[in-house]
């Protein structure tokens, strides 16, 4: 509690706006402008936070877009953010991730788009879902797509809001598709043991 507190005041303090209020939630955010700007005039967008640890066992994250633009919440292995984060557009992005996933031998039976919620597993499965706003993530999935995030979720079929489940030790890397330069880390670690 105290640690939610915390970290709380410290968001509001540094940028003057609180991002939530909980410390399982994540809120895409603008106008916090990191030195990222773009030829085309575009600033950096960002999670808010965008480095959380919790434990094993711990409480669900909850990524909320405030914002007026859509987002996708999308784990992948952090070679492919890499490459795929250089971009400046959605398009690039999603031509780059269907040659990576026809490359490793996924068989494509629908075009991917940052609209489609879908999902990856660790043997070249792609499995496509409508929107799930509660997901868990484990050690067999090698990507995960959230579908459009968007604070207006009667837009294009979006979600407001996505919640996920973490029950293995691990580092998950995201990003957003659509603003491909919005990353960020998800570290679940073992809880310490608790001794009398």
């Known amino acids: 509690m105290l640690v939610s507190i915390l970290l709380s005041f410290l968001l ?5 706006i ?6 399982g939630h994540i809120t895409i955010v603008s106008n916090v402008f990191t030195g990222r700007e773009f030829s085309n005039g575009t600033k950096s967008l960002e999670f808010l936070p965008n480095n959380l640890t919790i434990k094993v066992g711990g409480e669900p994250i909850r990524w909320i877009n405030e914002l007026k633009e859509p987002h996708t919440v999308t784990f992948m292995p952090e070679s492919l953010i890499t490459k795929l984060s250089k971009f400046n557009d959605s398009s690039n992005v999603m031509y780059n991730l269907s040659n990576f996933l026809k490359k490793n031998n996924t068989d494509l039976k629908t075009q991917l788009t940052p609209e489609t919620q879908f999902l990856l597993t660790s043997n070249n499965e792609l499995l496509t879902s409508q929107k799930n706003n509660n997901i868990t993530l484990n050690k ?11 604070a207006n979720n009667n837009q294009n079929n979006s979600l407001s809001d996505i919640t996920i489940n973490f029950p293995e030790e691990g580092v998950y890397r995201y990003m957003c598709l659509i603003h491909p330069w919005t990353t960020g880390t998800i570290n679940i670690v073992k809880p310490e043991p608790y001794f009398r």
Not at 12 to 16: K, Q
Not at 140 to 150: C, E, L, Q, R, T
Request: zero cysteines; aromatic letters at 22%.
């Open 12 to 16: 509001t303090f540094s940028f003057g």
């Open 18 to 23: 609180a991002y939530g209020t909980h410390f």
């Open 140 to 150: 067999s999935v090698a990507i995960f797509n959230s579908g459009i995030i968007s």
